[in-house]
T-cell receptor
């Protein structure tokens, strides 16, 4: 089954404790992207990757890092999480940037 | 300033009725415009994607229209069902680059 898998689905942690949210897709997509979704603000793009070893900043990249060492994986790293990063996070992938994206089911992060 | 504005913010309709959601954008030139449906607690799912040269695209009971001259798009839902209750998100991609511009969405509630 074609899918985008995010882990964990839920996480409660404390300020400053490094965490990684993994994202994996099984559709051989070149394009992958991370978003955060907050009430009243909609989806906002954090980082995206056009292919392996090629990444670029979205609208809200501060406080986040990403890497794309393999085509199927695109982890989101919070080196020193802060409460303002409490949000619902989505990973998505597609064939190139012109095609519809497939989204994961989301990761709800709470930073205390 | 958000370059994609959606209206209304929320909408309640009776089951079986039709409705139309609006999306106005200032992104120019643009590559494509997408409509996504997001059920509560799930990732968005693609409904339609249109290039600047297309002016209508259908997906079952969903029909999207695009007027590139006025920079407006609409999503028409015919014979609404309870399962249509969701948030509908309009997304515009710039002609160059891979960044996407998201609207804040319209929350639709279909009642019996």
């Amino acid at each position: 089954e074609a899918q985008v898998t995010q882990n964990p689905r839920y996480l409660i942690t404390v300020t400053g404790k490094k965490l990684t949210v993994t994202c994996s897709q099984n559709m051989n997509h070149e394009y992958m992207s991370w978003y955060r979704q907050d009430p009243g603000l909609g989806l906002r793009q954090i980082y995206y990757s056009m292919n392996v070893e090629v990444t670029d900043k979205g609208d809200v990249p501060e406080g986040y890092k990403v890497s794309r060492k393999e085509k199927r994986n695109f982890p989101l790293i919070l080196e020193s999480p802060s409460p303002n990063q409490t949000s619902l996070y989505f990973c998505a992938s597609s064939f190139g940037g012109h095609q519809p994206q497939h989204f994961g089911d989301g990761t709800r992060l709470s930073i205390l | 300033k958000n370059q994609v504005e959606q209206s209304p913010q929320s909408l309640i309709i009776l089951e079986g009725k039709n409705c139309t959601l609006q999306c106005n954008y200032t992104v120019s030139p643009f590559s494509n415009l997408r409509w996504y449906k997001q059920d509560t607690g799930r990732g968005p799912v693609s409904l339609t994607i249109m290039t600047f040269s297309e002016n209508t695209k259908s997906n079952g009971r969903y029909t999207a229209t695009l007027d590139a001259d006025t920079k407006q798009s609409s999503l028409h839902i015919t014979a609404s069902q309870l399962s249509d209750s969701a948030s509908y998100i309009c997304v515009v991609r710039f002609h160059s680059g891979y960044a996407l511009n998201f609207g804040k969405g319209t929350s639709l509630l279909v009642t019996p």
